[in-house]
């Protein structure tokens, strides 16, 4: 060890830079440079790796005599989420890590659409990494393998996902493969490297299919324990599942009731999903092809970017960047976000699966833009990387759970409503279809988890148990998404334990933070001051943000 492990800060500078070395995915998605034609090793000496380099850093950190708040608030984010990652190693996790949204198997794909590719070197760079895609997808077979062999697997329905999707990347679902549309985009030979690469997913999908498919458990549900301890990574707090299913069933009728008043509103004497039928089909609400689709989220974006700046927040002028985004097929139709690179070089941006379609119905998408973007997962986050003189680089770049960073954005839709932004019924109804969506994640995500049944005073099959086969008709019934987006929501869901609770828990929690702060205030209550010092301690567990902000009102 070159550097002195002697605070909190070089800790962290330590940590970041190492794990930035043995994980080139994560140091492309950090805008690191240096690994740019590696790709990260998930075969387990990889894992060990990245182990060894965690269980340093937080020996470290236990030989340090914190001095002040900001050290111990930084030293805290980090042993909170070294605990939870040493129990995700000691359940070997790692060795059945394959999901449809967020496994080695999309990373190592998705690394591809985070690379700079301006220059003949950023060209140069992606051409490369392509031919790294077979060993990297062969060492993350040998994880598979190994969990396989110890009965440390999957359940079939990810399998299944991932081998579809290999089809897609490899060019066998039909039309050419993502490697080789990306080198057709950008204009350049890629040559027997992008054979390479489509080759590689090829192999992939038929492994699993060919021998893991068989091996992989046929049971969904991932039961209490590894339940419990998933949604304690994804939320940083210790929740009470049977309350939080309980709260979750109170939060659907609640929403339900708003969305039959909104209805009403729209065309009176409509029901919800007669509402939404009307603005379905409203071609005045509505815009037709991706293009045109991309440049309406672009200038939402800047618009509101512009509205909120100075009033409610205060912006950097490198978070005001932010570039809206189609996404590559194949992966999950859910939009994402993915944050500026650490010198702001790459702006944050959101990305949008279209799966496909062409018309966009606008309903919706002005609530979806607000949690993505701005307020929501752009702000928080480009905000975060922003602050380099008062979070370490672990803060910046690392810290966060799920529960902190979604409970944000699905705040910040709500925020926008409570502003102002959506008076407009069919927007509002956008913004209870979202938070509906929401609040049957957690009915749904525990329920089918832990087997639980649905209340005797639901309508929709109250006191049978909860089945995968149950939860797809309920999501379109009570969120009203469409139904392809939605078959593949249900997969998401049981291939991510605890994930799909975390929007709607950690609202929950940011919401509970200002009520009170607002009644510790008073009349001095300021929502821009909240708004700022919020965000000012940087990504934690909800535990954590739960008992920094208590420590800030005294």
Not at 66 to 82: Q, T
């Amino acid at each position: 060890m070159t550097t002195a492990l002697d605070s909190v800060s070089r800790i962290s500078d330590w940590y970041v830079d190492a794990l930035a070395t043995a994980s080139p995915n994560m140091a492309t998605a950090l805008g690191i440079p240096g690994r740019e034609t590696e790709l990260t090793d998930y075969s387990p000496d990889g894992h060990a790796e990245r182990s060894a380099i965690r269980q340093q850093a937080e020996a470290a950190l236990r030989l340090l005599n914190i001095e002040n708040e900001r050290d111990r608030v930084a030293r805290d984010v980090m042993l909170e989420r070294f605990a939870y990652e040493t129990e995700l190693e000691a359940q070997q996790e790692h060795l059945r890590s394959l999901n449809i949204l967020a496994s080695p198997l999309q990373n190592t794909r998705q690394v591809f659409d985070l690379m700079p590719s301006e220059t003949e070197e950023d060209q140069a760079n992606i051409v490369e990494r392509m031919g790294a895609v077979p060993e990297a997808l062969e060492r993350y077979r040998a994880s598979l393998a190994s969990g396989m062999a110890q009965g440390i697997v999957v359940a079939q329905r990810q399998v299944r996902g991932g081998i579809e999707q290999c089809r897609v990347w490899s060019g066998q679902g039909g039309g050419a493969s993502f490697f080789r549309q990306l080198c057709d985009e950008l204009g350049v030979d890629g040559g027997e490297n992008v054979t390479a690469a489509e080759q590689g997913y090829a192999a992939m999908g038929d492994w699993l299919e060919r021998e893991y498919l068989e091996n992989a458990n046929p049971r969904d549900p991932v039961g209490r324990e590894r339940y419990q301890a998933a949604s304690r990574g994804f939320n940083g707090i210790e929740l009470d599942l049977e309350e939080t299913y309980e709260w979750g069933w109170e939060e659907v009728w609640r929403i339900q009731s708003e969305m039959a008043a909104t209805a009403e509103r729209i065309s009176p004497g409509a029901s919800a999903a007669e509402a939404i039928a009307i603005l379905e089909s409203d071609d005045a609400r509505a815009i037709e092809g991706e293009d045109a689709f991309r440049e309406w989220m672009q200038q939402t974006q800047d618009e509101t970017m512009q509205a909120l700046l100075g009033t409610h927040f205060d912006i950097a002028e490198p978070v005001q960047e932010i570039e809206a985004m189609i996404a590559p097929p194949g992966g999950a139709l859910a939009m994402y976000y993915t944050g500026p690179s650490e010198d702001f070089s790459r702006p944050g941006r959101t990305w949008y699966p279209t799966g496909g379609e062409t018309r966009f119905p606008l309903w919706r998408e002005l609530s979806v833009c607000y949690h993505e973007g701005v307020p929501g997962h752009h702000l928080q986050i480009g905000t975060t990387r922003y602050l380099g003189d008062q979070l370490t680089r672990y803060q910046r770049l690392l810290a966060g759970t799920s529960g902190y960073v979604e409970g944000w954005a699905l705040y910040a839709e709500r925020l926008m409503a409570e502003l102002g932004y959506l008076e407009d019924p069919a927007f509002y109804m956008g913004l209870l279809s979202s938070q509906a969506l929401r609040a049957v994640r957690v009915v749904i995500d525990i329920g089918m988890h832990l087997e639980l049944p649905i209340p005797e005073r639901e309508e929709y099959h109250g006191g049978e148990t909860w089945t995968p086969e149950l939860a797809l008709p309920f999501l379109i019934e009570r969120s009203f998404f469409p139904e392809k987006m939605l078959a593949s929501e249900v997969d998401r869901y049981l291939g991510w334990p605890g994930q799909a609770i975390s929007y709607k828990v950690g609202e929950r929690e940011w919401l509970a933070a200002r009520e009170a702060a607002r009644e510790s205030m008073g009349d001095e209550f300021d929502l821009k001051s909240f708004h700022k010092a919020a965000l000012d301690l940087g990504p934690m567990g909800l535990q954590q943000l739960r008992d920094e902000m208590s420590r800030l009102r005294g």
